[in-house]
């Protein structure tokens, strides 16, 4: 079946320009997270949505970043006036469950941001 | 910053070798997973162990979980060239109606042919 889709893969932009990044996750899977990775860099958390609750938004790196889930399914990660630190890869996953039965989660391939 | 640390960060074997990935943590978790990356994109979940099991095994991987000293490892026996890639652990654990995992930064591993 279809994995977890981002686009786009890769995005040049200039400082201070906005930017958004989408992420399909697997049908029907409930949770949804998105993490940014810098070069050399483990995963940094950014934003986790369950169901119908209010998102967890405490791994935003400033309030320039936000990020909504329509409709239980499609996510946008958008960043307003990018800046040059902000230049990583952005990585989404999904998983069929939440909370504290929370499982594996299937990663989509990402999209590179870089921030000219 | 409640991110873990693996160790080593850099690991390079010979084919046909065991290698051996140490991770640690810093809170009490859910449960603890290994991830794999290829060419710094998308990862793909290994296996996980929930907190309370020690040891549990797949294929040609084997975890242990020692939640006394917050700490796991990762065996992968009979290593192949295509085992080369960055391996994370992933801690999991909720509380306040969120679930997080929190990656370390990761061990490269090279299998030389």
């Known amino acids: 079946g279809a994995g977890v889709s981002q686009s786009p893969s890769n995005k040049v932009t200039e400082k201070g320009k906005d930017v958004e990044l989408r992420c399909d996750p697997i049908s029907g899977h409930t949770a949804l997270y998105w993490y940014r990775q810098s070069l050399g860099q483990g995963l940094e958390f950014l934003i986790y949505f369950q169901g119908n609750s209010a998102p967890d938004k405490s791994g935003l790196p400033s309030d320039r970043f936000s990020a909504e889930r329509t409709g239980g399914s499609v996510s946008t990660l958008t960043i307003q006036r990018t800046q040059q630190e902000d230049s990583a890869v952005y990585l989404c996953a999904s998983s069929s469950r939440g909370g504290g039965r929370a499982g594996e989660q299937y990663f989509g391939p990402g999209t590179r941001l870089t921030v000219t | 910053s409640q991110q873990g640390e693996e160790d080593p960060q850099a690991l390079s074997i010979q084919e046909g070798e065991n290698a051996t990935m140490n991770c640690s943590y810093k809170?009490?978790?859910?449960?603890l997973q290994w991830y794999r990356q290829n060419s710094g994109r998308g990862l793909v979940h290994l296996i996980l162990i929930r907190s309370n099991e020690r040891e549990k095994h797949s294929g040609r991987l084997r975890v242990t979980l020692d939640t006394s000293k917050k700490s796991s490892s990762l065996l992968i026996t009979a290593s192949r060239a295509a085992d080369t890639a960055s391996y994370f652990c992933?801690?999991?654990?909720?509380?306040?109606?969120?679930?997080?995992?929190?990656f370390g930064k990761g061990t490269k591993l090279s299998v030389i042919p």
């Open positions: 809170t009490s978790i859910n449960n």
């Open positions: 992933a801690s999991g654990h909720s509380g306040a109606g969120s679930y997080q995992l929190t």
